[in-house]
Nanobody, 124 residues
Framework: QVQLVESGGGLVQAGGSLRLSCAAS????????MAWFRQAVGEEREFVAA????????FYSDSVKGRFTISKDNTNDTVYLQMNSLKPEDTAMYYC?????????????????WGQGTQVTVSS
């Protein structure tokens, strides 16, 4: 069973930075595509960034491209999301996910395993 545990969320001022971490169980990073999604209150879950299953390709939503960076440490089975130049509209619960996407990397249904989430709040 895959387990994903996020950490690193918090309250930050606009323009600030945060780094989220996702500790994965077992050999998750070498078996599944890894991604981050977010969900703001009253909104649908939104794709943020992802690694392909092979781990050699990254994908970003247009809203975070150039500001956020997804990275991973295979030795420690951890995925990171470095978030810079944060904006109030980045405020959301951020989820680490794992799965084997087929048709798309960008849809929540493409991923099987979800963490509990970590809250990011950006004040203006």
């Amino acid at each position: 069973q895959v387990q994903l545990v996020e950490s690193g969320g918090g309250l930050v001022q606009a323009g600030g930075s945060l780094r989220l971490s996702c500790a994965a169980s077992g050999r998750t990073l070498s078996t599944y595509a890894m991604a981050w999604f977010r969900q703001a209150v009253g909104e649908e879950r939104e794709f943020v960034a992802a690694f392909s299953v092979s781990g050699d390709m990254t994908f970003y939503s247009d809203s975070v491209k150039g500001r956020f960076t997804i990275s991973k440490d295979n030795t420690n089975d951890t995925v990171y999301l470095q978030m810079n130049s944060l904006k109030p509209e980045d405020t959301a619960m951020y989820y680490c996910v794992a799965g084997r996407p087929r048709a798309t990397m960008y849809a929540p249904y493409a991923y099987t395993y979800w963490g509990q989430g970590t809250q990011v709040t950006v004040s203006s």
